[in-house]
């Protein structure tokens, strides 16, 4: 079963406010990192965070990783249209070759 | 660079006939992998090959098969397509020299209709 649990499936916003994602998984990390997909297309990195970080920034993305709580956070702040896409969480586990458990993805919009 | 391709972009297969998915990567990485991507989910990982030469399942490996050609080619294949194998699927691939806690590069996808 996969590892990422995201929350929400799905979230519309308007252009300019905050978006939050969560993120949950169910055993020791090595890194978890976030990625975007453009309908259609591939996914795309985003940003990466190990698991000794609590938080990272990358121009107005912020990441938070509680690994006592086995969650991580996406904060996209004053988002814009070009943000609607889909957004999946990515696990790798602490022990094993490096693959990645992806979640199920939020679905954001951004309406203008 | 042009990153990761892959071969074809879309395919419409009848049940029981086979393919091959091609996969090619310029960035001399030695980690490739084959996910497939289900309306409404996440990637599930079909097989992976952390170096060439090597090649292990995945999650869902049932009724695929692949081949790690060289250090730049990773390909997947179906040798009896059912419809449950309906799907798109990405190739990727990592620089995993060294331990590097590095991004996975995906490809744009190949986009697999089975009748």
């Known amino acids: 079963s996969q590892q990422g649990e995201e929350d929400p499936q799905a979230l519309s916003i308007q252009e300019g406010e905050n978006a939050t994602m969560n993120c949950s998984y169910k055993?020791?990390?090595?890194?978890l990192q976030w990625y975007r997909q453009n309908s259609g297309r591939g996914l795309v990195h985003l940003i990466l965070i190990r698991s000794n970080e609590r938080e990272k920034h990358s121009g107005r993305l912020r990441v938070t990783l509680d690994t006592s709580k086995k969650s991580s956070s996406l904060l996209i702040t004053a988002s814009r249209a070009a943000d609607t896409a889909s957004y999946f969480c990515?696990?790798?586990?602490?022990?094993?070759?490096?693959?990645?458990?992806f979640g199920q993805g939020t679905r954001l919009t951004i309406n203008p | 660079n042009a990153g990761v391709t892959q071969t074809p972009k879309f395919q419409v297969l009848k049940t029981g006939q086979s393919m091959t998915l091609q996969c090619a990567q310029d960035?001399?990485?030695?980690?490739m992998y084959w996910y497939r991507q289900d309306p409404g989910m996440g990637l599930r990982l079909i097989y992976y090959?952390?170096?060439?030469?090597?090649?292990d399942k995945g999650e869902v490996p049932n009724g695929y098969n692949v081949s790690r050609l060289n250090k730049r080619e990773f390909s997947l294949r179906l040798e009896s397509a059912a419809p449950s194998q309906t799907s798109v699927y990405f190739c990727?691939?990592?620089?995993?020299?060294?331990?590097?806690?590095?991004?996975?590069?995906f490809g744009p996808g190949t986009r697999l209709t089975v009748l």
């Open positions: 960035m001399n990485h030695n980690s």
């Open positions: 990515a696990a790798r586990p602490f022990q094993g070759a490096q693959k990645l458990v």
């Open positions: 990727a691939s990592i620089d995993a020299s060294g331990g590097a806690h590095n991004e996975q590069f």
């Open positions: 090959s952390a170096s060439e030469g090597t090649t």
């Open positions: 055993t020791s990390i090595n890194n």
